[in-house]
């Protein structure tokens, strides 16, 4: 249960953090860039210049430290368009929320680790 009395619905604990991703669009996608928001072990909250669909698949690499970057696989689980950011003409318009398919337990205990408890 959260701090104001309403259940949580996630099952990890997302780490909020600012990074620039790369994402391709399915195995054979070109390489885009792409804003990562918040991390968990179980997916990612992404904000690019690029739309996503709900059950697109995507190819993500996460640089989680400066030596150390992980390659996961997730499928999109919801989008928003962001008018604001589109009206005032920042280059991000897009926000995705990414449920990674599955990671390994190394994976796992690094963000746990190094992002924060999940």
Same mark, same amino acid.
């Given at each position: 249960?959260s701090? $104001? ?7 990890y604990?997302?780490?909020p953090?600012?990074?620039?991703? %790369? ?5 054979s996608g ?5 804003l ?5 072990c179980g ?5 690019? %210049?690029?739309m +996503?669909?709900?059950? $697109?698949?995507l190819?993500?690499? *996460?640089p989680l430290?400066e $030596?150390y970057?992980v390659d +996961? +696989?997730?499928?999109? *689980? ?5 008018e604001?950011?589109?009206e005032?003409?920042f ?11 599955e990671?390994? %337990? ?5 963000i746990?680790?190094?992002l924060?408890?999940?």
């Amino acid at each position: 249960m959260s701090k $104001d009395g309403f259940m949580e619905r996630r099952r990890y604990v997302r780490i909020p953090m600012v990074s620039v991703i %790369q994402v391709r669009q399915g195995i054979s996608g070109e390489p885009l860039h792409a804003l990562l928001v918040d991390l968990s072990c179980g997916g990612a909250r992404i904000m690019s %210049q690029f739309m +996503v669909t709900v059950g $697109d698949e995507l190819f993500v690499r *996460v640089p989680l430290a400066e $030596d150390y970057t992980v390659d +996961v +696989v997730g499928d999109v *689980v919801w989008t928003k368009e962001m008018e604001l950011m589109k009206e005032y003409n920042f280059g991000i318009e897009y926000m995705a929320g990414v449920q990674f398919r599955e990671i390994s %337990q190394e994976i796992r205990t690094f963000i746990a680790q190094h992002l924060g408890k999940s």
